[in-house]
């Protein structure tokens, strides 16, 4: 990825994170499952669970959503230090089996949450 478009992806990301905190703010239901359909997807309580982490309020933070949490740490290790590593198939194939248990355990708890 060229310099350029690192610094654009990182624009785009903080401009879309300052939209949805402020959505969020006013009371708006981003999440189209949970708006139409009731349910909440395995990210809801993630926009909640960063407010927490900006405010040193971990234990709040893990229990709004917990893979929000775990990404709030990883994402930025792997930007800055593993990005531009080459895995193996067999590693490719372990993270994904890792990520998808994750979103499913996430989800899981999520789920039995709920109000």
């Known amino acids: 990825m060229a310099r350029g478009t690192s610094r654009e992806l990182a624009l785009t990301i903080i401009v879309v994170g300052a939209m949805v905190?402020?959505?969020?703010s006013v009371g708006i239901v981003l999440c189209p499952l949970r708006r139409f359909v009731g349910v909440p997807c395995p990210?809801?309580?993630a926009t909640r669970a960063?407010?927490?982490?900006?405010?040193?309020?971990?234990?709040?933070?893990?229990?709004m959503n917990p893979l929000a949490?775990?990404?709030s740490a990883a994402i930025p290790v792997w930007w800055f230090f593993?990005?531009?590593?080459?895995?193996?198939?067999?590693?490719?194939?372990?993270?994904?089996?890792?990520?998808?248990?994750?979103?499913?355990?996430?989800?899981?708890?999520?789920?039995?949450?709920?109000?």
Not at 21 to 24: C, F, N, T, W
Not at 52 to 63: D, K, M, N, S, V
Not at 108 to 113: D, E, F
């Open 21 to 24: 905190l402020a959505a969020h």
């Open 43 to 45: 990210g809801c309580g």
């Open 50 to 63: 960063v407010i927490h982490l900006f405010h040193g309020e971990l234990a709040a933070a893990i229990r």
């Open 69 to 71: 949490v775990v990404l």
């Open 82 to 115: 593993m990005r531009d590593m080459k895995l193996s198939r067999v590693a490719c194939a372990i993270v994904c089996m890792v990520a998808v248990l994750s979103v499913a355990a996430n989800w899981a708890y999520v789920l039995s949450c709920r109000p």
